[in-house]
């Protein structure tokens, strides 16, 4: 709901500040808990990925993109290798 609200409120569709406003109010609530609970079956990993996926999707000149291209381009990781990460300490 947060990403679509971010979509929605900013009327100027300013890449970076959009890219910076989901760094900071969506990703901790998606990676929230991931300590404790790491989803390990592909239907939990693809759900949990889901909230980026269509958040980048749905930036302009980004929408025909695959979603590694989109990850690159904005130079954001994916939510599974840093699930990884905070899983080793």
Sequence with gaps: ????????????????LLKRAFLVYVRPIVEQNSVIWSPYTAQ????????QRRFTKRLPTRSNMSY???????NIS???P?????DLY
């Design 68 to 74: 590694n291209d989109r990850l690159s381009c904005l």
């Design 78 to 80: 994916s939510l599974e």
């Design 44 to 51: 939990d990993i693809d759900a949990v990925e889901s909230v």
């Design 82 to 86: 840093r699930r990884l990460h905070n």
């Design 1 to 16: 709901m947060r990403a679509g609200l971010i979509l929605r409120t900013f009327m100027y569709r300013v890449i970076h």
